[in-house]
Nanobody, 115 residues
Framework: QVQMVESGGGLVQPGGSLRLACTAS????????MGWYRQAPGNERQFVAT???????NYADSVKGRFTVSRDRAKNTLTLQMNGLKPEDTAVYYC?????????WGKGTLVTVSP
């Protein structure tokens, strides 16, 4: 079993920055890929970014050049640095991890981008 807990959400003005963190616990040695997804009100959950155990990253077109995903395997942490935030980035952000053929999700952290 793997447990995921996000932190770092909040209110930020357009053009601002925010850094999200996610800490994994449990049998973390089995974790392969980790990622961030988000869900805006009334919308489905959508892909934001992933990072493999080898450090290979993948981003949604809407966040490329603005968001950076990273992980610290020793500390079992995943981060998402978000710059140049836009109102359309407002959503609940979820981290996940793949292990034992399953996907484990956190409960999410709210990011609100508003003047």
């Amino acid at each position: 079993q793997v447990q995921m807990v996000e932190s770092g959400g909040g209110l930020v003005q357009p053009g601002g920055s925010l850094r999200l963190a996610c800490t994994a616990s449990g049998t973390t040695s089995a974790i392969d890929i980790m990622g961030w997804y988000r869900q805006a009100p009334g919308n489905e959950r959508q892909f934001v970014a992933t990072i493999s155990s080898a450090g290979n990253t993948n981003y949604a077109d809407s966040v490329k050049g603005r968001f950076t995903v990273s992980r610290d395997r020793a500390k079992n942490t995943l981060t998402l640095q978000m710059n140049g935030l836009k109102p359309e980035d407002t959503a609940v952000y979820y981290c996940n991890a793949g292990a034992y053929g399953r996907i484990y999700w956190g409960k999410g952290t709210l990011v609100t981008v508003s003047p």
